[in-house]
């Protein structure tokens, strides 16, 4: 079985014993999670890094539908996170890293560890400094290739504003 009509299998599996039956919506995107994730192993270092950015109201069923794909992924080579506590462990990661040269690139390499994929629940900046945080991680990101997912109440525009500082 191809690897993305693995994880759909084990998605709707995960969904039949919850008792829960995916709306379009979701199926549509379980379908671009799976392609993702199953494109984890294939890709090269020179691959574009390949991301997702999913929004929508609040209740839509994105973090049962992240949970349920995160499970099924095949590698322990990924890191799920919820934003608020990523920012804090990324703080204390910099304190930890204070007297090396660069301290935040240190403290990013920590946090992301060894992973292929980095899967965010949620996204709200709440300053400039973790708007600057938040840019030097997402350049980490492009940089070293890894795939990244987003679940957000946020349209993309709000949130872009958000890391940017002004709309
Ligand atoms: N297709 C579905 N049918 C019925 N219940 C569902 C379905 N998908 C998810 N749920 C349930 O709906 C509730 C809300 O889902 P979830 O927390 O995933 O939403 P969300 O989009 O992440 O919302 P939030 O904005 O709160 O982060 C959860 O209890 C979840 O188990
Ligand atoms: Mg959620």
Known sequence: MR?????ITAVDESA??????LDPAQRLLLGRLADLGSN????SLRSPASS???????????SWLADAIYAALPTTRKTR????????????????HRTERDAVERAIDDVTANSQLLFFDELHVHDSGDARLL??????????????????SL????ASEMVSGHP
């Open 135 to 152: 840019t030097r991680l997402l350049d980490h990101v492009f940089r070293r290739d890894l795939t990244a997912g987003n679940g957000s």
């Open 16 to 21: 039949a014993r919850g008792g829960i039956t």
């Open 155 to 158: 349209p993309p525009q709000v």
């Open 81 to 96: 996170v919820h934003f608020h506590g990523f920012f804090d462990k990324l703080h204390r990661s910099i304190h930890d």
């Open 3 to 7: 690897g993305d009509r693995k994880l």
């Open 40 to 43: 984890l192993d294939r890709r």
């Open 52 to 62: 997702l950015y999913v929004y929508g109201p609040s209740g839509r069923g994105r």
